[in-house]
C-alpha cells in the first residue's frame, strides 16, 4: 500500500527517499479502510489526520440549515483528504469528508506530518509542493466561480478533472461547481451536439 505514497512523493520531489526514509514512512503512516458512506471526518469533530487515497474516492462536503448538501472538494488516487482547517485550528470541524467509494487510505496526524517533513527532506519539499498546487487550485476555482458562467466552470472542470466526472454523479459534479444539477444537465447535453 505505502508503494502508491512513495510514487507520489518521487513524482513531486527531487530529493531521494532513502531506505531509512521508507522505513519510517511506512511506520508512520496507519492502513486503514473506509466502505462507501463511512465517515473519514464528521461535522463537529476535530480534524486530527489526514488520509492519503490509495484507491476509492471521497468528498468534503457541508450540509446547510436546510439539510442540502454542497460539495467543497472532491477526492481519488493520490490525493489527500482532510481538513486543513480544523487540523490546524484544532477547532470543530465546518465539513463531513466520507468515502463515496470503498476506500483504502493511508492515514497521518498533523503532528507526524510535521516530524516526517523534518526529518526526511524529500517528504518536506512534496509537502510544499502540495500547499502550493493546493492553494494555485483553490485560487483558480474561486476565481472561476465568481468570473464564469455555469457553461465555463464546466468546460474547466471537465478539461482539468476529467477523471472525476467518470467516477463521480452528476449531482455532486454540479454542487462542487456551485450550479443545480438540471444546469449542469442542460450544459452536458449542449456539449454533445
Known amino acids: 500500500m505505502h508503494e502508491a505514497l512513495f510514487t507520489?512523493?518521487?513524482q513531486h520531489a527531487t530529493l531521494p527517499l532513502t531506505a531509512e526514509h521508507k522505513a519510517l514512512i511506512e511506520a508512520t503512516f496507519q492502513p486503514k479502510r473506509l466502505r462507501k458512506k463511512q465517515y473519514f471526518l464528521q461535522?463537529?469533530?476535530?480534524?486530527?489526520?489526514?488520509?492519503?487515497?490509495?484507491?476509492?474516492a471521497m468528498r468534503q462536503y457541508s450540509v446547510d440549515d436546510k439539510g442540502v448538501e454542497h460539495i467543497v472538494n472532491l477526492f481519488i488516487e493520490n490525493w489527500w483528504a482532510s481538513d486543513r482547517e480544523s487540523a490546524t485550528m484544532h477547532t470543530p470541524s465546518r465539513y463531513?469528508?466520507?468515502?463515496?467509494?470503498?476506500?483504502?487510505?493511508?492515514v497521518v496526524t498533523r503532528a507526524e506530518m510535521l516530524?516526517?517533513?523534518?526529518?526526511i527532506p524529500a517528504f518536506g519539499q512534496t509537502t510544499r509542493v502540495m500547499d502550493e498546487r493546493n492553494f494555485i487550485?483553490?485560487?483558480?476555482?474561486?476565481n472561476s466561480t465568481i468570473s464564469n458562467a455555469a457553461e465555463k466552470r464546466y468546460e474547466e472542470f471537465a478539461e482539468n478533472h476529467p477523471q472525476f466526472i467518470e467516477r463521480f454523479p452528476q449531482h455532486l459534479i454540479a454542487s462542487f461547481l456551485g450550479i443545480t444539477k438540471e444546469t449542469l444537465s442542460r450544459i452536458r447535453k449542449q456539449a454533445m451536439r
Open 137 to 142: 487550485a483553490s485560487q483558480r476555482r474561486l
Open 43 to 56: 461535522e463537529g469533530d476535530i480534524g486530527k489526520q489526514a488520509g492519503f487515497i490509495v484507491k476509492g
Open 115 to 119: 516530524e516526517l517533513m523534518e526529518k
Open 96 to 106: 463531513n469528508i466520507d468515502a463515496w467509494e470503498d476506500t483504502d487510505l493511508l
Open 8 to 10: 507520489y512523493i518521487h
